[in-house]
């Protein structure tokens, strides 16, 4: 359940390539298909040419076509030009809620929506600081150091990815989210001494939300079950959840009841053996202070 959010390159002409990999799944294509028809039919309303729209965009008459062709994904800004240059009166910038839900790689959107439909979430983060409570310069830094590389479009599309996850922490009524830190990510300067700062405050920030328990693993406590690696719960107001431990499993997410409550067992003596969370902000705000 902890993904890549890469998977699509953003250029700065208003538009987001999409791979033309195993990510650009068919409800992705049908959407981006039917959005670029659309476009096309108000265009020819119009009585446009697409270099005419093109100039009028303040973009090239390909980068037209391959919109309307489902080949870019438009941007919300270049749907708000369309419409008021095509006088659409809010119908094409409306579309851009139906982009927004195919914009990233379908495993980022899985996992979203996943995130978006738990009532309880359960995290032990090992190496580094957990998706969800990255600030975006650290997540820009992580991403720039992959190898290979990724281009600089590709790390940007990446971040606003890992971004996008963040909304879980404005769900109302929100869900029930654990987060089990170990001490050694968080004296990692990642991105330098200013960004691992503003890490440090976001920590903070989020640790005091009241729907969130954020507990660090010092580095001086003893053997625990996660040192085999991360642990990952979600669990659904229907009583059913999903989990995948490094450690278990062979890595694999698993559902079945008998599994899950290893996993459960697991995390809860990693919640025993760490700070308390009064303990875990203090421990932070020390970081802090040091760097």
Same mark, same amino acid.
């Given at each position: ?5 890469? /998977?699509? *390159? @953003? ?6 390539? +999409?791979?033309?990999? %195993? !990510?650009?799944?068919?409800? $992705?294509? =049908? ?105 975006? /310069?650290? *997540? @820009? ?6 190898? +290979?590389?990724?281009? %600089? !479009?590709?790390?940007?599309? $990446?971040? =606003? ?131």
């Amino acid at each position: 359940m902890s993904v890549d959010d890469g /998977g699509t *390159a @953003k250029v700065a002409d208003g538009v987001d390539e +999409p791979d033309q990999g %195993p !990510d650009l799944d068919d409800e $992705g294509e =049908a959407v981006l298909k039917s959005v670029g028809r659309q476009l096309k039919l108000w265009r020819e309303g119009a009585g446009l040419r697409a270099a005419e729209l093109g100039e009028a965009l303040g973009y090239g008459e390909n980068l037209i076509y391959k919109v309307e062709t489902g080949k870019r994904i438009p941007r919300p800004e270049y749907l708000e030009k369309a419409d008021e240059v095509l006088g659409a009166g809010g119908k094409i910038a409306a579309m851009k809620q139906d982009v927004a839900e195919v914009r990233y790689p379908k495993k980022v959107r899985a996992l979203t929506k996943l995130e978006a439909q738990a009532v309880e979430i359960a995290v032990y983060a090992s190496l580094g600081i957990h998706g969800l409570l990255q600030t975006e /310069g650290h *997540a @820009k830094a992580l991403l720039e150091a992959r190898r +290979p590389a990724y281009s %600089p !479009d590709e790390v940007e599309h $990446g971040v =606003a990815a890992r971004m996008a996850r963040r909304s879980v922490f404005d769900r109302s009524p929100a869900p029930a989210l654990s987060f089990v830190q170990e001490e050694a990510a968080l004296r990692r300067p990642v991105g330098g001494t200013m960004e691992w700062r503003r890490q440090l405050e976001r920590l903070l920030e989020v640790g005091q939300l009241r729907s969130v328990t954020l507990q660090v693993m010092p580095t001086h406590a003893d053997a625990h079950p996660g040192v085999d690696g991360e642990i990952e719960m979600l669990k659904f107001g229907d009583g059913t959840a999903v989990g995948r431990s490094e450690g278990a499993f062979a890595g694999r997410p698993v559902s079945d009841p008998k599994q899950l409550r290893i996993l459960d067992l697991r995390y809860g003596i990693i919640r025993a053996q760490a700070l308390t969370p009064r303990e875990s902000l203090a421990f932070i705000e020390k970081a802090l202070g040091e760097t």
